[in-house]
């Protein structure tokens, strides 16, 4: 199928869409002809990203989104992007409400879509789940651990379903960037600073990278493509890559210093 067979016309939720990477896909898929729904917890930014490319504002928790935004969009999802997340630094140490706020956000919210989305999509025999990771979910992140982690859980659910639905129409797609300049890379401070400011792309280029892989049907969608040499390496000579991380720690706390 291509791009525009899948897209031209369906009807599309992107969470998180206030802006970043969300916004730039919201951008990507009202162009490409889709009708697309735009949430984000932000009523405002949602309202302002809506207006910007002919879309329907639903703003709130994109835990909930679902119902009100088939509503919207006349009563059927056929892309749905869970991207609105939580970009939680941390150690270990980080406080219980902090971890359980990147797990609700960034693996629950997911679980919870796809609750919605996948009788419907199953019966139709066709649906499209696209979840924004992150590289922090294929590798991880120094100085983030709830970030990583849940991260990690967001990449296994959306592996999950791929496996599980593939042969029944569901298609699913994890974008896993590196850096990509939003206001969650801003946050990240002195660590973003080290490892993901210095390769950061836009978001528009995150938006480019997700079509290319809806024309190839793949699944692992890599904006930043070293990503897949890392990941190899980490697979290949995990002991060799947690050395090496570990010097980027170090280098991180010497800096900090």
């Known amino acids: 199928m291509s791009t525009g067979q899948a897209v ?11 802006g970043g990477i969300g916004a730039a896909l919201a951008r ?3 162009a490409e002809g889709a009708r697309v729904v735009v949430n984000d917890l932000d009523a405002d930014k949602a309202r302002k990203t809506a207006e910007e490319i002919g879309a329907i504002a639903v ?29 939680s630094g941390g150690s270990e140490a980080a406080p219980e409400d902090v971890w359980a706020a990147a797990w609700d956000v960034n693996v629950m919210a997911h679980v919870r879509a796809a609750r919605e989305l996948l009788p419907d999509w199953l019966e139709r025999g066709a649906g499209r789940f696209v979840s924004t990771v992150s590289a922090a979910g294929l590798l991880t992140m120094i100085g983030a651990a709830p970030y990583s982690v849940t991260k990690h859980g967001a990449l296994a659910f959306a592996e999950w379903l791929s496996l599980t639905y593939r ?21 990240t401070g002195s660590a973003g600073d080290l490892v993901l400011k210095p390769t950061a792309i836009e ?20 904006p930043h493509p070293e990503v897949a040499d890392y990941y190899t390496a980490r697979a290949a000579t995990p002991d060799r890559w947690l050395t090496s991380m570990n010097h980027l720690q170090q280098k991180w706390e010497t800096s900090a210093e």
Do not use: K, W
């Not at 369906?10 to 869409?17: F, I, K, M, P, R």
């Not at 995150?206 to 969608?221: G, K, P, S, T």
């Open 8 to 18: 031209q016309g369906a009807a599309v939720v992107v969470t998180g869409a206030g």
């Open 28 to 30: 990507r898929f009202a």
């Open 203 to 222: 978001p528009d280029e995150v938006a480019e990278a997700l079509f290319a892989a809806i024309a190839d049907e793949r699944f692992l969608v890599l």
């Open 167 to 187: 042969h029944r129409g569901i298609q699913v797609h994890a974008i896993c960037p590196q850096g990509v300049r939003t206001d969650m890379l801003d946050a």
């Open 59 to 87: 703003p709130g928790d994109a835990s909930t989104v679902v119902g009100p935004a088939r509503d919207a969009l006349g009563g059927t999802i056929d892309i749905y992007c869970a991207n609105a997340g939580l970009g």
